[in-house]
């Protein structure tokens, strides 16, 4: 009998194409999705190589980053680096025979929004795109990652990638969540746990009871913050939810192929006694709704909680950078989470930027207005997700309650296009980094779960969304 084998083990396995001595491998690469910021080059090395794309019906290209989200975008866009990078992407598609969807297109959105929603990404699959969140789709129980430029022309030209084998880890989360208490909060609050780094040289499988129970939106909110934690990638094993979502999906296999295709799926679970190198385990029961304090992922508090004292902490350089971090946020130790007033909320990005997240941002400003210190904004992940919102009347609520509802896009996430934050500016996001200056110079990023977002932005301040009636 061959030794146990993990999730990750399997489909690394089942994707060899080669292995050298030194266990460097080369692996073959199902699917490449491709956006405008990372292919111009690729694409460029392609053409002085005269070589062409091996495999377009395994490349899907969207343009994402820099597209307005704003509705006078049909118009033309107005930018003019935006709109050469955009260019650039259609005409390199075109040239490589690549499907493409333009800022016009109702399939349109955000590179890792888009790819479940067409079925595109599918269990089991090797999944890269030129972009560090592409660990989302391993929510589908596939190995995704990013990859770098030169990699994507790799890609592009061959199908296949170099890759050395990462270590396993495994994140068990038992129990049940609270009420209030969402997928968004157990990332941040596992971030919080092992921190930036603390995922660095891993591959991590989500387990647990409290993951089992969780959509598809909610996984995928939980795998795209995988790369937050340091991890090459994020996967959790495909199960009955996997499969009722992908079914019918415009890509995913159909008739006797499904059927195939889900007999192989079903074997992709870490085996009983698999190793893990690392394994981390947190009780769901116990978990608040998180807010970041600071300019990195892993400052993170309960809502309930205090800005905390760098002076508390014992090692020098860490004290440093946690001063540095509040300084440029502008808070003050032992400020209550609950006292910081906003300037702005975005409600949106791969993140959290899918229908399940806007129904929940609905469920909370339904009947309610945005304070007048606050400039809110929804960004529906693509164009699916919005005619989906629209066709439920969502928009109508957001509108109504008077937040903005733009066109889909990553928008203020990160400040590549015309939505960003003012010098000063304070933000409750759902998006998944807080980088200074990420989103727009000198801005300040606080992340949060769609429904706090939502609160906060009625309310003008943080709140306790189990609190909320
Ligand atoms: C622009 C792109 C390369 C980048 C990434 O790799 O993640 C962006 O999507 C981000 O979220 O910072
Ligand atoms: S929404 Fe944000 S995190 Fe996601 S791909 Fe776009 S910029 Fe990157």
């Known amino acids: 009998m061959s030794a ?7 489909i690394f396995d089942d994707h060899i194409v080669d292995r050298q001595d ?11 999705l491709v956006h405008e910021v990372t292919s111009p080059q690729a694409f460029e090395g392609l053409r002085l ?28 866009i107005k930018n003019e680096e935006s709109r050469i990078q955009v260019e650039a992407l259609a005409r390199n598609a075109k040239d490589f025979g690549v499907e493409y969807y333009s800022e016009n297109d109702i399939r349109q959105g955000i590179v890792h929004i888009i790819g479940p929603e067409q079925g595109f990404t599918l269990p089991g699959m090797t999944i890269v795109c030129g972009d560090s969140h592409t660990s989302t789709h391993g929510a589908f129980g596939a ?41 968004k909060d157990i990332i941040l609050a596992i971030i919080g746990e092992i921190g930036t780094a603390g995922g660095t040289g891993y591959v991590i499988e989500y387990a647990g009871e409290a993951i089992r129970a969780l959509s598809m939106e909610g996984r ?11 991890a090459r990638a994020g996967l959790i094993a495909a199960d009955e939810t996997t499969f009722a979502y992908v079914k019918d999906k415009p890509r995913a296999p159909k008739g006797a192929a499904w059927d195939a295709a889900l007999e192989y799926w079903k074997t992709l679970q870490s085996d009983e006694g698999a190793h893990f190198d690392k394994v981390i385990v947190l009780d769901a029961a116990k978990l608040p709704p998180i807010v970041s304090w600071g300019s990195s992922p892993e400052d993170v508090v309960s809502v309930q909680g205090i800005v905390p004292n760098p002076d508390d902490i014992t090692d020098e350089n860490k004290r440093t950078s946690k001063q540095r971090a509040l300084d440029y946020m502008g808070l003050t130790p032992g400020t209550r989470i609950t006292d910081i007033t906003l300037d702005r909320v975005f409600i949106g990005s791969c993140t959290n930027g899918r229908i399940e997240d806007l129904r929940a941002v609905a469920k909370v400003v339904e009947g309610k207005t945005v304070s007048p210190r606050v400039d809110a904004m929804i960004v529906p992940g693509s164009g699916l997700v919005k005619e989906q919102a629209e066709a439920e009347g969502l928009d109508k609520i957001f509108v109504a309650a008077g937040f903005d ?26 998006s998944n980094r807080n980088f200074e200056g990420r ?20 309310a003008g301040h943080f709140v306790d969304i189990r609190e909320w009636k």
């Open 4 to 10: 146990p084998r993990t999730l990750y083990d399997k």
């Open 22 to 32: 030194d266990g460097t491998c080369l692996l073959y690469i199902d699917r490449h």
């Open 49 to 76: 190589s005269g070589r062409k794309v091996r495999h377009p019906e395994k490349t899907l290209a969207v343009v994402d980053h820099n597209v307005s989200t704003s509705p006078e975008r049909k118009f033309g």
């Open 143 to 183: 190995l995704a990652h990013g990859i770098g430029t030169s990699e994507v022309e790799h890609v592009l030209a061959t199908q296949t990638l170099i890759q050395r084998k990462a270590k396993n880890m495994l994140v068990r989360v038992d129990g049940q969540l609270p009420e209030g208490v969402t997928a």
């Open 220 to 230: 995928m909110t939980i795998c795209n913050m995988s790369i937050e934690g340091g």
């Open 405 to 430: 509802w733009r066109e889909p896009g990553c928008s203020m996430c990160l400040a590549m296009n015309d939505d960003r934050l003012k010098p000063h500016e304070r933000c409750a996001s759902t």
């Open 439 to 458: 989103q727009g110079f000198k801005g300040r990023t606080h992340l949060v779960s769609p429904a706090m977002a939502a609160a906060a932005a009625i």
